[in-house]
């Protein structure tokens, strides 16, 4: 459900999909570092663009809050051309002051980003977990995701290029 807080509790229920994931595809809000938005500003941007809900399947808040967005058993709305096999996460931020892409994951996104990534790269038949940069001439997620993957361990998943 769209608002609901991803806990140690009720992630089993809250990941359970039939569907086929092979991808992540990590991203960002492309909001000012310092400021919150939450899942409801965000469905409320994307129904602006005529997509039905929000897009992104979670949302990593700035205090480490993991919160739902589109339910996983639907396609996601985030990465054009890969939306089918993914899911996608995006993290509240990616803009400094200026407006110019800038990693501004806090400390508590950081490390939510890693367990989301860890636990749902394992439960699912995950073969590659990558930024939206990857599949369009974006900035986002505003911080090099192959240099993240193997400073977490997780190698294994970067882009075969
Ligand atoms: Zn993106």
Known sequence: MIGEILTD?????????????????????ATKEGKDY????????HKARKFKCIGYHFV???????????????????????????IGICYI????????????????QENALINLVKYLAKKFNVKRI????????KA??????EQWLDDINLSKYKIKK
Request: with cysteine.
């Open 38 to 45: 939450s899942v409801f500003d965000i469905d409320k941007w």
């Open 60 to 86: 990593i808040y700035r205090n480490g809050q993991i919160v739902c967005g589109r339910p996983i058993s639907e396609i996601g709305a985030h990465t054009t051309g890969h939306n089918t096999g993914s």
């Open 9 to 29: 509790e009720n992630i089993e229920q809250l990941t359970d999909t039939k569907r086929k994931i092979t991808d992540i595809i990590i991203h960002c809000s």
């Open 93 to 108: 931020g990616g803009l400094d002051e200026n407006g110019d892409p800038k990693d501004t994951k806090t400390y508590q």
């Open 140 to 145: 986002c997620p505003c911080f090099d995701v």
């Open 130 to 137: 990558t930024g939206h940069y990857n599949w369009a001439a």
